[in-house]
């Protein structure tokens, strides 16, 4: 089944058209990658899929629902780590947990044995009672990364979601991804970090200046680019300079 879909997205703000024409499906059940240089569009795109920015023309649809139609029900259906983590600065890590939960409609119990499984599991359980606003880059990350999957929504969106966090910690987010995935639920990862696309994307896709250049498998992507390092595979196909058709 098809968990998100693009279809046509295109996003301008004046005169600059940050995204064109975009389309890519993503399978219920994998992680998919959305990889592309700084203002290529990913953001701007993971933003019209939540329901943030209103597509120019096109849309998107969450399992089977437009999001143009029905925003605030694809909200529910999905959780979002977005490039800024959002916690609320004066509220303590438990209480931004907390606060989101009951904003989603958990029950106390459930919710209460979930805050303390996260902080738990992403070392935050020291920083219980500390006001986000004390939290370090890192910490607030990972608190962010708790608030997404708190639900354990059907859909999460993730931007950058190890950025700034320490090893042990990344670690631990990218196993909880890949077992997100594996228990059927679906993940949209935009990330720079090219290892953790190797280790987790199922399928991926590459966008520059707003546009599709590529779209499959990590072992299409080899045979395209003629390479086999990913770093120098994701250069070729930004680049251009493949051996194939890119799309």
């Not at 990972?142 to 999460?156: G, M, N, Q, T």
Request: aromatic share 6%; proline share 3%; net charge neutral.
């Amino acid at each position: 089944m098809v968990a998100v879909e693009a279809i046509s997205l295109t996003k301008a703000f004046g005169d600059f058209l940050a995204v064109r024409d975009l389309s890519f499906k993503v399978e219920e059940g994998s992680v998919f990658g959305l990889l592309g240089p700084n203002g290529a569009g990913k953001t701007t795109t993971l933003r019209m899929i939540y329901g943030v920015l209103r597509p120019t023309s096109g849309t998107a649809r969450v399992m089977g629902v437009d999001v143009r139609e029905n925003p605030l029900e694809v909200k529910r259906m999905m959780g979002v780590l977005p490039e800024d983590t959002g916690v609320y600065p004066r509220l303590t890590a438990e209480e931004n947990l907390i606060y989101f939960g009951k904003l989603r409609g958990m029950e106390e119990g459930r919710l209460r044995r979930r805050v303390d499984k996260l902080l738990d599991i992403l070392d935050l359980s020291e920083k219980r009672f500390v006001i986000a606003d004390k939290l370090s880059r890192g910490q607030k990350q990972k608190l962010a990364f708790a608030r997404a999957i708190l639900d354990e929504p059907p859909v999460l969106l993730l931007d950058e979601p190890t950025l700034g966090v320490d090893v042990m910690s990344a670690r631990e987010i990218r196993r909880m991804i890949g077992e997100y995935a594996s228990s059927g639920r679906t993940v949209i990862l935009s990330t720079h970090n090219m290892w953790e696309v190797e280790r987790l994307c199922d399928r991926i896709a590459i966008i520059s200046e707003g546009t599709l250049r590529y779209e499959g498998s990590r072992e299409d992507l080899e045979r395209l680019a003629g390479e086999k390092e990913f770093e120098d595979i994701f250069v070729r196909l930004v680049r251009g300079e493949t051996v194939g058709k890119a799309v």
